[in-house]
């Protein structure tokens, strides 16, 4: 497994969880890393991603202002703070190792995805 993804759980509205995505993958220092999550019955979604030296981060919409992407290339770690869950924040959570920083990002590697559940 190369990207192991850890850190959900259940958590009220208003509340805070971290995420975490333990990379084994050589090229994790030098690639750009993402997000994303996908609720029942819906598509897959992009969250967050940041590049290789952590200069640059970006964000859906939804997002921005709750949630804080960030990494450890000595870790070999990437992490997605979330604080003011709201209900439409329920997913399962992926990260992922991708090409490109900008869109259209080219994803190379899947997490196996953590479910978070935020309840009202």
């Known amino acids: 497994v190369q990207l192991q993804a850890s850190g959900g759980g259940l958590v009220q509205a208003g509340g805070s969880l971290r995420l975490s995505c333990a990379a084994s993958m050589r090229t994790f220092s030098t690639s750009p890393m993402n997000w994303f999550r996908q609720a029942p019955g819906k598509e897959r979604e992009f969250v967050a991603a940041?590049?290789?030296?952590?200069?640059?981060?970006a964000y859906a919409d939804s997002v921005k202002g709750r949630f804080t992407i960030s990494r450890d290339n000595v870790k070999n770690t990437v992490y997605l703070q979330m604080n003011n869950l709201k209900p439409e924040d329920t997913a399962v959570y992926y990260c992922?190792?991708?090409?490109?920083?900008?869109?259209?990002?080219?994803?190379?590697?899947w997490g196996q995805g953590t479910q978070v559940t935020v309840s009202s």
């Open positions: 992922a190792a991708s090409r490109t920083f900008s869109p259209p990002r080219r994803v190379t590697d």
């Open positions: 940041i590049r290789w030296n952590s200069v640059s981060t």
